[in-house]
């Protein structure tokens, strides 16, 4: 065996050998953690409860960092481009599996450039409609939308978040025609709907819940395939007659693509010990979410599967984002 292939050899085994030792001392400076969103929403609620586990657990400062701007998608191309030496931890949301069907140009690609940790929470949303609608049920909705096309209206966050796809994808299973009314946030949404001036929107849970125990909106069906244990007898979208409905917001865990494995996995076992804990969950549900809580594996089976869905709502609603 010639000299350089003996040695490529010999390297390749010792750094094998190595890794293990490696993530077993993991980590042993400071973790900067980016969080893709401003303070105060949820996705930061959830990266800082994730953020301050670590640092517990690992006895090291794991660093919240907000890097805001673009619906997450500043933050989570830096997170790409930062060295995958397992010392930068990254949030994601729905909003990264949603972006490649609406830009034609975007500075990430979310199957290449992660390697994917665990998804930390999914965050139902409420299908609600004013008082004034006569609609108490989805079937009761979509009959009163067939009958007059193109005269609903329903908001959302703005184009191309999950409250506009979310509708987008309920219009097209169900075959009616609504008008979409982007806001720029939740709240001027949340106060049109209320005023009457919207007839219907989905929303978070966490966000919607206040208002339809006040009665000024009514829930006439939750988002996820489950039910939400705060609202049980609310029926999901999938048991009121549109079988296979399943949107949600969420959020998870991400690092560099070129992270080692080991590494990726220990990050991933202490985030899935967090969540499996009693009084997590009930923390996150008080932040109207369900915890999360799987393997690298399962977290990138998830995320394409998300990438896959949107893509196919974006192409029969024609929605794109300049």
């Keep these: 065996m010639k000299q350089p292939i003996r040695y490529a050899l010999a390297m390749a085994a010792a750094l094998t050998a190595a890794t293990p030792a490696l993530a077993q001392q993991y980590p042993v400076k400071p973790v900067r953690f980016i969080i ?6 949820p996705t930061d609620i959830m990266g800082r ?4 586990h670590l640092s517990k657990a690992w006895g090291v400062q794991v660093v919240a960092d907000n890097r805001g701007g ?4 500043i933050g989570f191309e830096q997170c790409a481009k930062t060295p995958p030496d397992g010392y930068t931890i990254c949030m994601m949301t729905i909003a990264q599996s949603i972006a490649p069907s609406l830009y034609n140009k975007l500075g990430f690609d979310p199957l290449k450039d992660y390697a994917y940790v665990t998804l930390l929470a999914v965050l139902p949303s409420l299908l609600m409609v004013h008082p004034s609608i006569p609609a108490k049920n989805v079937r009761e909705f979509i009959a009163l939308g067939k009958t007059r096309p193109g005269a609903l209206t329903y908001a959302s966050t703005g184009n191309g978040t999950s409250p506009h796809m979310m ?6 299973m169900a075959g009616m025609k609504l008008v979409h009314v982007p806001y720029k946030g939740a709240s001027p949404a949340m106060i049109d709907q209320i005023s009457g001036q919207i007839d219907a929107a989905f929303s978070t849970a966490i966000a919607a819940l ?25 029926p999901t979208v999938d048991e009121s007659g549109l079988k296979g409905f399943d949107g949600s917001s969420w959020n998870g865990v991400v690092m560099p693509a070129g992270t080692p494995r ?10 899935v010990k967090m969540l499996k804990a009693p ?3 009930e923390k996150i549900l008080a932040q109207g979410g369900l915890a999360g809580g799987n393997t690298p594996e399962e977290f990138t089976t998830y995320v394409k599967a998300e990438i896959d869905k949107w893509a196919k709502v974006a192409k029969a609603a024609r929605v794109q984002v300049e």
């Design 70 to 73: 673009a619906g997450g998608n």
């Design 262 to 271: 080991d590494i990726v996995a220990k990050v991933s076992g202490e985030l």
């Design 49 to 52: 409860l994730a953020a301050d």
């Design 36 to 41: 893709n969103f401003p303070p105060g929403g």
């Design 167 to 172: 509708m987008e994808m309920l219009s097209s």
């Design 279 to 281: 009084e997590m969950k």
């Design 210 to 234: 206040p208002f339809v125990q006040q009665g000024k909106v009514r829930a006439i069906a939750v988002s996820t395939r489950e039910r939400f244990p705060p609202l049980p007898n609310l």
